[in-house]
C-alpha cells in the first residue's frame, strides 16, 4: 500500500532563509507526486506537481526515486510562505490523491 | 470561473444525529471526490464518483456514511448517525479528469458533541 510521510509537523524560519519540507513516500510502482499548500483562510490548491518540473512562488520539488523522496524547497522564504504544506502522491489511473500529515511553516521577520 | 461550492460551512450535531453535506464542482468536471480530514492530518479519500459512478468507495465507512450523485453534477454526503469520532473537515474536489488539477472546495466543518 502507498504511504506518504511528512516528517516534520512544524517549521519555524525567518525570511529570507532558506526552507525544505521532506516528503518520503512508499510505492513500488511510479506514482506522481504532488505540493499543495493551504494558506490561512484559504482552501487547498496546488503548489507544484514532479511531471511539471517548474518553479512556482519560488519553490522547487525533485523527485529522487532511489530515496523516494519529494523534498520541497526554496532559497529564500518570505512572509507569505506561511501556510500549511501537504505532500500527495497519485498512483492510480483515476487521479485521487493519497495525502501526508502536513507540515506548517512559519516565517518569521 | 467559479469554484467548487460546499455547504454547510459549518454544523454541529448530536451524537447519533444525521447530516448532509452537499457539492456543487466546477462546471464540467466529470471527477468527483469526498476527502476527510481530522485535525492534525492530511485528508483521506471517503469517495470519489466519475460522472454518476463510483470509482472508489473503499474507504468510506458504510454502516453510516453514504454519497449519491444522482445527475452527474452536485453531490452529497450522509452520515447517520454521526459518531463522535466523524468531528473533521469533509472536502469536496473536483477535476476534469484524471492527470488534471484537482480543485477543492473551502470543506464543510463537522463538530459532533
Known amino acids: 500500500a502507498q504511504r506518504v510521510t511528512q516528517p516534520e509537523k512544524l517549521l519555524s524560519v525567518f525570511k529570507g532563509a532558506p526552507v525544505e519540507l521532506k516528503c518520503n513516500y512508499s510505492?513500488?510502482?511510479?506514482?506522481?507526486l504532488f505540493w499543495y499548500v493551504q494558506y490561512s483562510r484559504q482552501r487547498l490548491q496546488l503548489l507544484l506537481r514532479?511531471?511539471s518540473r517548474e518553479s512556482i512562488k519560488g519553490f522547487t520539488a525533485d523527485l529522487n526515486k532511489g530515496e523516494t523522496s519529494f523534498h520541497l524547497k526554496k532559497p529564500f522564504a518570505q512572509e507569505e510562505d506561511s501556510a500549511m504544506y501537504y505532500c500527495a502522491l497519485s498512483a492510480d489511473s483515476w487521479g485521487k490523491l493519497q495525502f501526508g500529515s502536513g507540515t506548517q511553516v512559519v516565517v518569521t521577520p | 470561473e467559479a469554484g467548487v461550492a460546499q455547504s454547510p460551512r459549518y454544523k454541529i450535531i448530536e451524537k447519533r444525529q444525521s447530516v448532509a453535506f452537499w457539492c456543487n464542482p466546477i462546471s464540467g468536471h466529470a471527477t468527483l471526490y469526498w476527502y476527510q480530514q481530522i485535525l492534525g492530518q492530511g485528508p483521506k479519500l471517503l469517495i470519489q464518483?466519475?460522472?454518476?459512478?463510483?470509482?472508489?468507495d473503499s474507504q468510506l465507512p458504510k454502516d453510516r456514511f453514504s454519497a449519491e450523485r444522482l445527475k452527474g453534477v452536485d453531490s452529497t454526503l450522509k452520515i447517520q448517525p454521526a459518531k463522535l469520532e466523524d468531528s473533521a473537515v469533509y472536502l469536496c474536489a473536483s477535476s476534469s479528469g484524471s492527470g488534471n488539477t484537482i480543485y477543492f472546495g473551502e470543506g464543510s466543518w463537522l463538530t459532533v458533541v
Open positions: 510505492y513500488s510502482g511510479s506514482p506522481e
Open positions: 514532479h511531471i
Open positions: 464518483f466519475q460522472n454518476n459512478g463510483v470509482v472508489d
